[in-house]
């Protein structure tokens, strides 16, 4: 692809709303590639890690270990996107590019990024689901830092009172006995977020997926029993008339009061789970025939953007394989309450920390969202996909009639 040709397909990419994949799961001025001095430029989205943190010691570690010194910059999620389009517009992209896992579609179509053919990541470690999340037309973009995921979260003292096996609860059919239960002794059922952003979506892909849906027909019956399962929990009481309107921390919020005996949530609320007032654990989204549902994942790649001086490519190569390292991923998902990448590394994260077991097989089950080479056509079904929930719990049509209308929409040019 040319310089000139790439530019136009940036001009036209940095168009796109950006804001359906920004924020879903988690958490110096510019940059742009410096002609000398050793000098490498990282951005990341982990602006909370000041200069003294040890996420920038071990970028520091890594750039000593390349022989060059590394200049990092930290921006917010959805900043960071937009600067990342306008510095490959202008031609000086960092050398490194850390961005939540459905941007990396964005970028790809862009010409942004370039490819492990190109820039010689060995991704052969690396989980073949999560990679799907940067994979575009059968290439890959980068490395996935770490994962992030949702599970059901309960309160062991509720379940416990009301006689309920939390571990029984491997499909739907249990998942709605169990409430039903909960309900009989006069204790709330199970909170969670559905809210109209990606949010929302996000929240209710694993019963989606779970049902045997695909994101390509909003409208199946397997996507119609899906939301069924929400609208009917709403109509029986199971679920509080406030997922509507939920985010996930106001959902998570709803759990630590201790009303409720399941919240739907992710691996970022682990260490609030641990201030919780009463005992909790953890079991995988169940599917609706059983075994774990299919979860979105978050979290981030780690890129090589495209540079005029392709003679950059190959110390910047050097950095993302210490980043993504074995030990240095364990050190880094740990700190960012991720999941590994690598099997490996996700059994010593499950073995040092038992409570990780569950998230472990989440992630293991999950997808990206923008796999099924949807790309960047995913924002559009999300966004379809989320207003159809909230016609449906808000009673303004059927689940049937709105996921009709939202495969029209989806499908609408």
């Given at each position: 692809?040319?310089?000139?040709?790439?530019?136009?397909?940036?001009?036209?990419?940095?168009?796109?709303?950006?804001?359906?994949?920004?924020?879903?799961?988690?958490?110096?001025?510019?940059?742009?590639?410096?002609?000398?001095?050793?000098?490498?430029?990282?951005?990341?989205?982990?602006?909370?890690?000041?200069?003294?943190?040890?996420?920038?010691?071990?970028?520091?570690?890594?750039?000593?270990?390349?022989?060059?010194?590394?200049?990092?910059?930290?921006?917010?999620?959805?900043?960071?996107?937009?600067?990342?389009?306008?510095?490959?517009?202008?031609?000086?992209?960092?050398?490194?590019?850390?961005?939540?896992?459905?941007?990396?579609?964005?970028?790809?179509?862009?010409?942004?990024?370039?490819?492990?053919?190109?820039?010689?990541?060995?991704?052969?470690?690396?989980?073949?689901?999560?990679?799907?999340?940067?994979?575009?037309?059968?290439?890959?973009?980068?490395?996935?830092?770490?994962?992030?995921?949702?599970?059901?979260?309960?309160?062991?003292?509720?379940?416990?009172?009301?006689?309920?096996?939390?571990?029984?609860?491997?499909?739907?059919?249990?998942l709605n006995a169990a409430l039903t239960t909960v309900k009989a002794r006069g204790r709330k059922g199970i909170t969670f977020s559905a809210i109209g952003t990606e949010e929302g979506s996000f929240q209710f892909l694993p019963w989606f997926w779970g049902s045997g849906a695909q994101l390509t027909g909003l409208d199946?019956?397997?996507?119609?029993?899906?939301?069924?399962?929400?609208?009917?929990?709403?109509?029986?009481?199971?679920?509080?008339?406030?997922?509507?309107?939920?985010?996930?921390?106001?959902?998570?919020?709803?759990?630590?009061?201790?009303?409720?005996?399941?919240?739907?949530?992710?691996?970022?609320?682990?260490?609030?789970?641990?201030?919780?007032?009463?005992?909790?654990?953890?079991?995988?989204?169940?599917?609706?025939?059983?075994?774990?549902?299919?979860?979105?994942?978050?979290?981030?790649?780690?890129?090589?953007?495209?540079?005029?001086?392709?003679?950059?490519?190959?110390?910047?190569?050097?950095?993302?394989?210490?980043?993504?390292?074995?030990?240095?991923?364990?050190?880094?998902?740990?700190?960012?309450?991720?999941?590994?990448p690598v099997a490996a590394v996700q059994d010593r994260q499950a073995a040092t920390d038992p409570k990780l077991k569950v998230w472990v097989e989440a992630v293991r089950a999950a997808k990206g969202r923008t796999g099924d080479n949807l790309g960047t056509k995913y924002p559009k079904i999300s966004a379809a996909l989320?207003?159809?929930?909230?016609?449906?719990?808000?009673?303004?049509?059927?689940?049937?009639?709105?996921?009709?209308?939202?495969?029209?929409?989806?499908?609408?040019?």
């Amino acid at each position: 692809m040319t310089g000139i040709s790439r530019r136009r397909r940036l001009a036209a990419v940095a168009v796109i709303a950006l804001s359906a994949v920004a924020g879903a799961a988690c958490s110096s001025s510019g940059g742009g590639s410096s002609d000398g001095g050793g000098a490498y430029v990282v951005w990341d989205p982990y602006p909370q890690f000041a200069d003294d943190s040890e996420w920038v010691a071990l970028l520091k570690r890594c750039g000593t270990s390349a022989g060059v010194t590394v200049e990092r910059t930290g921006y917010d999620t959805t900043d960071l996107t937009n600067k990342a389009l306008l510095a490959a517009q202008q031609g000086n992209s960092p050398d490194v590019l850390i961005v939540d896992n459905p941007v990396i579609s964005t970028l790809a179509e862009a010409g942004a990024l370039t490819t492990t053919d190109e820039n010689k990541l060995d991704v052969s470690s690396m989980a073949t689901n999560l990679l799907g999340a940067g994979q575009r037309e059968g290439k890959t973009y980068g490395v996935p830092i770490g994962a992030n995921t949702l599970a059901l979260y309960y309160n062991k003292d509720l379940l416990t009172a009301a006689g309920v096996d939390p571990t029984a609860i491997t499909d739907w059919a249990a998942l709605n006995a169990a409430l039903t239960t909960v309900k009989a002794r006069g204790r709330k059922g199970i909170t969670f977020s559905a809210i109209g952003t990606e949010e929302g979506s996000f929240q209710f892909l694993p019963w989606f997926w779970g049902s045997g849906a695909q994101l390509t027909g909003l409208d199946s019956p397997q996507a119609v029993a899906a939301l069924t399962l929400w609208t009917d929990w709403l109509k029986q009481g199971h679920a509080p008339n406030s997922v509507i309107n939920n985010t996930q921390t106001t959902s998570w919020q709803e759990f630590a009061t201790g009303d409720y005996a399941f919240a739907e949530n992710g691996t970022w609320q682990l260490a609030n789970a641990e201030k919780l007032g009463f005992a909790y654990g953890t079991i995988a989204i169940p599917a609706s025939a059983g075994g774990p549902a299919p979860a979105p994942t978050g979290g981030e790649f780690v890129s090589i953007p495209v540079q005029d001086k392709t003679d950059r490519y190959a110390t910047s190569q050097k950095l993302v394989a210490c980043l993504t390292s074995a030990d240095n991923l364990l050190t880094t998902d740990t700190t960012l309450s991720y999941v590994a990448p690598v099997a490996a590394v996700q059994d010593r994260q499950a073995a040092t920390d038992p409570k990780l077991k569950v998230w472990v097989e989440a992630v293991r089950a999950a997808k990206g969202r923008t796999g099924d080479n949807l790309g960047t056509k995913y924002p559009k079904i999300s966004a379809a996909l989320w207003t159809a929930v909230q016609s449906a719990l808000s009673g303004g049509a059927s689940p049937q009639e709105a996921l009709k209308a939202a495969q029209a929409a989806a499908t609408t040019r």
